[in-house]
């Protein structure tokens, strides 16, 4: 997709999301408010990248409206929060019970989306009756759930999560000491296997956290696990990064070369359960790079976000989501949203203008200048399509942007703060292709997104 169209729909589309684009008629020269709006949810825009964005769902809430509202306007992908893990599906021996499982999957189907299976294989949520086994025993009710439930689910999952969590946190790079491991090294591929041969079509995946930073022992060890396996043919297809981020465990400066070094491997890369503690701008240009990290790897093929709004999360006092817990978009979902549709986090995606805005006696061109961590600085040039005595241009911000500073010109506001009108600050004539330019710095909020000018002339 050309790239400058894509960046100047998006900035159209944050005009029309609610700004407020004040124009004056007979003069003024506006924007194409007419533009598509291709790319304006987080699956569509994930989609045009060939990629998938997903959510987790729970069943529970399938009834609330505003939460399934959002989750089919946004997302392309569901995975089940809890219905499908072992304790779920299997609450006692040899009995299973998929009607959780099922309700979500129905909810997906019916909506269009695909699923994401979670999980097969674990030491956590087992059911109890699993908790007291060890040794061959368990080996074998393992293998016959993953048979089970993956049977059962047999051609409607887009990737299982075969096994998650096997690997011990810290520096030892060891598998984790759980029951499951207790039955033998090969318990994982073992698992790998009996999913292959119940549902040969769905990716299987091996998903784990604090596998994001490629310096750590965690990461390297569960590298060499899949590199092993992909050297004997065990049936692996992918890798899931939960991706649960806060304060003490940050996104990594080498996020983007954890991805690539497993999709180096020969598997996909996913990310599986995104959500970062935080608010404002620095939530947000941590969702943009974790996904600028995944467009930068062609196998990373999709993220999900564990959980709709901040109040579905499972950390929820760290208002870790893309939605606050009224259903709007946060910061963070703009930037995700930005990223997405431009292939870049910051304005411009690597164009500097937008097409300028002409008309009758004036035409305005935005193009972007300095961008620090908190703010940006702009510039617009008004050039003269006659000879013009005075102009005027307009210069609207999105709704978390701030104008902070400007320089040759005169501005005024309206009541809004939002819609900044630009005079000269001596005389405004030009003669006819004559230019001039005024500048300013805009706080973003988290909001990259170009601000959207125009210009009337008299
Ligand atoms: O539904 C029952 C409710 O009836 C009961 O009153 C209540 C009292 O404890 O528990 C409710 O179940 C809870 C369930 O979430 C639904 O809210 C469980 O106790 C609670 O343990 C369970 O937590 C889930 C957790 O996995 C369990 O390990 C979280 O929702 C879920 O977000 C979380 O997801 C995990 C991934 O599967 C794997 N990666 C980490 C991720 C975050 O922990």
Request: charged fraction near 15%; proline fraction near 3%; include cysteine.
């Amino acid at each position: 997709m050309n790239r400058t169209t894509t960046r100047w729909r998006a900035a159209v589309g944050a005009a029309v999301a609610g700004i407020g684009l004040v124009a004056s008629t007979a003069l003024v020269a506006s924007t194409a408010l007419t533009a598509q709006a291709a790319g304006s949810t987080l699956h569509a825009a994930a989609s045009d990248q060939g990629r998938y964005f997903g959510t987790a769902l729970a069943q529970g809430k399938l009834n609330d409206s505003q939460y399934t509202t959002i989750a089919d306007r946004e997302f392309g992908m569901i995975t089940a929060e809890n219905e499908m893990k072992m304790d779920a599906t299997e609450p006692q021996r040899g009995v299973f019970n998929y009607s959780a499982g099922d309700r979500i999957l129905d909810w997906a189907v019916g909506h269009g989306k695909q699923v994401r299976g979670h999980a097969l294989a674990w030491h956590s949520q087992q059911p109890g009756w699993m908790q007291q086994m060890e040794g061959q025993q368990l080996r074998q009710a393992m293998l016959n759930h993953v048979t089970q439930v993956a049977t059962h689910y047999r051609g409607k999952i887009y990737a299982w999560d075969v096994v998650n969590e096997a690997f011990e946190d810290g520096s030892s790079g060891a598998r984790r000491n759980s029951n499951l491991q207790r039955t033998g090294n090969d318990w994982i591929e073992a698992a790998f296997r009996a999913a292959r041969a119940a549902d040969p079509n769905a990716k299987l995946c091996y998903n784990d956290y604090n596998i994001d930073n490629w310096s750590h022992a965690k990461t390297r060890a569960v590298h060499a696990m899949v590199a092993d396996f992909k050297s004997r043919g065990v049936p692996i297809d992918c890798v899931g990064l939960q991706a649960h981020f806060n304060s003490g465990n940050p996104v990594p400066n080498n996020y983007h070369e954890t991805l690539q070094h497993f999709a180096d491997l020969g598997v996909d890369v996913q990310i599986t359960e995104l959500d970062i503690e935080g608010s404002g701008s620095s939530q947000a240009q941590q969702y943009s790079g974790v996904t600028q990290a995944c467009l930068a790897v062609a196998r990373c093929t999709g993220i999900t976000v564990w959980g709709v709004r901040d109040t579905d999360s499972w950390r929820a006092s760290g208002t870790p989501l893309l939605f606050d817990g009224n259903g709007q978009k946060k910061a963070a979902y703009t930037s995700v949203l930005n990223v997405l549709n431009d292939g870049e986090g910051e304005p411009g995606g690597g164009e500097t203008t937008p097409p300028p805005t002409g008309g009758d006696g004036c035409t305005a061109t935005y193009s972007e200048g300095q961008k620090w961590g908190d703010r940006f600085n702009g510039t617009v040039t008004v050039r003269a399509d006659r000879a013009i005595s005075s102009w005027a241009a307009t210069v609207t911000v999105g709704a978390s942007q701030r104008i902070t500073a400007t320089w040759s010109g005169t501005p005024t506001w309206d009541s809004s703060g939002k819609v900044m009108t630009m005079r000269p600050s001596g005389s405004g004539a030009l003669a006819a292709g004559q230019s001039t330019s005024f500048g300013f710095t805009v706080m973003h909020g988290g909001d990259w997104t170009w601000p959207t000018v125009s210009c009337s002339a008299s």
